[in-house]
């Protein structure tokens, strides 16, 4: 089975914005991780490369940057360390580890990784329609 990595990371994303709304800063991070997570593996997915089943999001960055029109991308995305601290490990971890600014933060990270993968994908469309190469399962 495929997983179904972009609707995935727009859930998280959604999820970890409400509970920032709510002041729930420790699960709203953990959240933001997930979504940066699935956003990236949904980028490799579609390059058809590899999905390695884990949660390191600084190789799937890295391999992200390896396929040129991604890293032209994300080529100012730096993974902010606390979206990486204790991820995903974190859900263990006591309340209030995470403040408002770590949310705040992850949480715009969070929106430009996302916007990238929708970007990526309305041009890859974009560029497949314009070749002609569009077929009802696209």
């Not at 991780?33 to 600084?58: I, M, R, S, T, Y």
């Not at 960055?61 to 100012?76: F, H, I, S, Y």
């Amino acid at each position: 089975m495929n997983e179904d990595y972009k609707t995935a990371a727009n859930r998280h994303c959604k999820d970890g914005e409400l509970l920032h709304t709510n002041c729930r800063y420790d699960n709203a991070v953990y959240h933001f991780g997930f979504a940066v997570e699935c956003g990236l593996k949904h980028l490799l997915q579609v390059n058809n490369k590899d999905v390695p089943q884990n949660h390191d999001l600084k190789t799937f960055l890295e391999n992200c940057m390896l396929e040129p029109a991604l890293a032209l991308r994300l080529n100012q995305s730096n993974l902010p360390p606390r979206l990486c601290y204790g991820h995903p490990e974190r859900r263990y971890w006591p309340d209030n580890f995470f403040k408002q600014a770590d949310s705040q933060l992850l949480k715009a990270y969070t929106q430009f990784v996302l916007k990238q993968v929708r970007d990526y994908q309305l041009n890859t469309l974009s560029k497949k329609k314009s070749e002609g190469n569009i077929n009802g399962t696209d």
